[in-house]
Structures are given as structure tokens and as C-alpha cells.
């Protein structure tokens, strides 16, 4: 094993290897595709927890018991890329790399023997590292040892080599008794609005809180004495925030449903492109999983999403996610479904913007929440159902308006409004 400094280099002997990033306290663990210019081709050449893979390269998380690691495949990186470079970051909120020195291994992939390592030395004030790369040369792959710091965390180390980088606004405050945890105030990860894979479970998205969502506003007009609607009157319109317990005849509807979502343009002629998908939670608000028109199957098959549609034309609902309620396995505590404008027009530029449930063995509609308002912004959240203590599904009529282009920007403020 060769132990690097910076600057120094090996060639690689193995066509596959694993680059470790492994440090006291959790790290959140990047790779970046980068061409000639040094810049990423597009948002789809940063490889993360919520984007895992690329071609030739993936990510692998260690589960929070071992390191997550960068894996490169240099016999499926495409021609154009030179070189990959590996990044980390204390997955804490401000925390820097002081006295909490990172280890990169290199390794085979396949064998998992260890190729060399390398620890940055004399770490202070930094967020985050270019820790090792794997390049090209000549023909030639090679790895090198970096240790470049940040003082801005991962959002500098992707501005500097071309990741787009939206600004969010903070997540609108929710109505929750006064005992509950505060959403924290983490930075974003910088590739919070690339396209598009979601990722695997993965306890960072957000910190531990009751299952349990706020209840409705006690003004809601359509709320029961016991604050929330059911299924035996027949179909059901909801209101912002109001909330309808899919039950019918005092049982719970574990049936296969259809939500359905659509829109139209505002202006005759001008297409718009909104997409739209739902993103799983476990019961501590953990991103388990996103489904939308790149991912089409989610949780074993228990939410599936029916493809893109790229205009909004046409009557009835543009998009489709079908989710079999009585499949959806015991960690996923909560779906939000969303609508977001990939070439970035505005809301206020879509009409007739909905989202219906409906039985999918019947077709009959369930219930049913137009949006009667809307901002200029490019992502809202449409609806989310909630498994209850009981078993039961509850849907909540949302509405609410986030500065998104894509559902990866909407993990964040979704989970906030579980």
C-alpha cells in the first residue's frame, strides 16, 4: 500500500476502484465527472446520496457504519471526461475539518484490496475537501492525492466546477405543537435541484421527529368534530391544509390508488414542461426514496409513476402515480406529491393546476384538490398521505409553493411539511 501526500500519484492497477472517505464524525461523500475545461458536462456529473450513479461512476453509501465510498468504473467513463474527483464534507452543520483529519483508501474494487491512502494534512477552518481524484492520462488512469479545502462547504466545491446552484427559500413555517423539533437549519446540499436519480435511505436528509403530521387548522370548513373527513359520504373536495382519512365503512382503503395530476397552459400555444412525483419518508422524516418520470418504481414496486409529459396538453391528467397502499412497506411513513416546472416557467403561468385520487381497480375519483391559487415560483407540493398509528392512509391538501426545478429540491422542504 502507498501512502500519498499531496500532490503525489499511482497508477491504477484495477479497472474498478473504490476511493473511502473515512473520518471521526459522518461525511457526506461526492464524486464529480469533470471534462477538459475542468467543468462538469451538466447537474448530472455530481454523484451523490440522492443522485448514486453516473456513467462509470456511483456512489455507495456505508450505511453510518462504514465509510461511503466513490466507486469508478474507468473502462465505462465516457471519452469526454478526464478526470473524477472525489469530495467530503462533515455531514454537521458548520462543522469544519478541524481535528476530525479525513482518511481516503483506494482500493479495488472488486478485490477490496487497498491500492493507497492518503490523510490531508494540517485541516482548520475548511467544510469540505477535494479529497483524491482519478484522472486520465495518456491513455492511462492514475489517482492523485489533493486535499484542497473550502471554507464554503460543498456549494463552493461544485460552483468551481460548473454545478448549478439554486438559492432556496426557507421552508414556509409549520403548524406543530410547540414541543416539536425545529427543522434545522443544515445547509442544502449543493446539488439540491439537479436532475434527477433519488437516492436510498439515508439518515441525513432529516433529524428525528414524531411520525405524526400537525393536525388541520381547527377553521378548516370541511373538518369533522373528529378534525378530519372520510370516504363513506362518496368523493371528497378538498381545501388547502384540510385532510381526508381514507377510510370507507370504518375501514382502512388498503386498495391500489391512482394520484393523478394535472395542469394546462396559462397562455394558448405555450407549452410547459412540469413533472411530477412523489418522495417517500420513514417515519423520522428519512428520505427513503423519490419517484418521478427518471425513476419510475419505487419501494419495491409500490409506488409507480407513469411516465413524463412534456406539455401538459390534452384533457385529463397529464401525470399518474399509482401507489398500492397495502405494499408500501412499514418504514415508509409518509409519500408528498409534487409538481415541479423544469424549463423554469412559473405557476403563474399554469392553469388548471389539480391533483385526484382515485381508486385504481374503480377509476372512481376519491377525492379531489384544485389549486385555486398560485405563486411565481417553479415547484409546489400538491398533497401528502400519512400513514396513521392505527394503519390508516390520511391525505392533506398542500399547495404550497417552493423555488424548484426538480423534485431534488424538494426533498428538503417536503420533509419540513411532514
Known sequence: MTAMTPGSNIPLSAARVAV?????VRLDVSGLLLSADGKVRSDDDFIFYNQPSGPGVTYRSGGGTAPDSIVVDTAAVPPGI??????????????????????????????????????????????????????????????????????NGLAG???DFGVTVEEEPAPAAQAAPPAAPAYPQT???PQAQAYPQAAPADPRI?????????APPAAAPA?????????????????????????????????????GLGWEPAFRGKDIDLDASVIAYGPDRKHLDSCYFGKLSILNGAVKHSGDNLTGEGAGDDEVIVVDLGRIPAEATGLVFTVNSFTGQKFTEVAKAYCRLLDAATGEELVRFDLSSTEP?????????????????EMTAMGEYVKSRTVRGMVKPAAAAL
Open 187 to 189: 445547509p442544502a446540499h
Open 82 to 151: 478526464e478526470k473524477i474527483v472525489v469530495t467530503a464534507s462533515p455531514d454537521a452543520a458548520g462543522q469544519t475539518f478541524q481535528g476530525i483529519e479525513p482518511t481516503a483508501t483506494v482500493r479495488d474494487a472488486d478485490s477490496g484490496s487497498v491500492l493507497a491512502s492518503f490523510t490531508p494534512p494540517r485541516l482548520g477552518a475548511e467544510t469540505a475537501l477535494v479529497v483524491i481524484e482519478v484522472y486520465r492520462r495518456q491513455g492511462a488512469w492514475k489517482a492523485r492525492a489533493v486535499g484542497q479545502g473550502y471554507a
Open 377 to 393: 415560483q417553479t415547484g409546489v407540493m400538491m398533497a401528502k398521505l400519512i400513514r396513521q398509528f392505527t394503519g390508516e392512509w
Open 157 to 159: 466545491i461544485a460552483t
Open 206 to 214: 432529516a433529524p428525528p421527529m414524531p411520525p405524526m403530521p400537525p
Open 223 to 259: 373538518a369533522a368534530s373528529s378534525g378530519k373527513i372520510n370516504l363513506d359520504k362518496g368523493r371528497v373536495s378538498l381545501q388547502k391544509n384540510q385532510t381526508v382519512s381514507l377510510v370507507k365503512g370504518g375501514r382502512p382503503l388498503l386498495s391500489r390508488v391512482k394520484m
Open 20 to 24: 473511502d472517505v473515512a473520518a471521526p
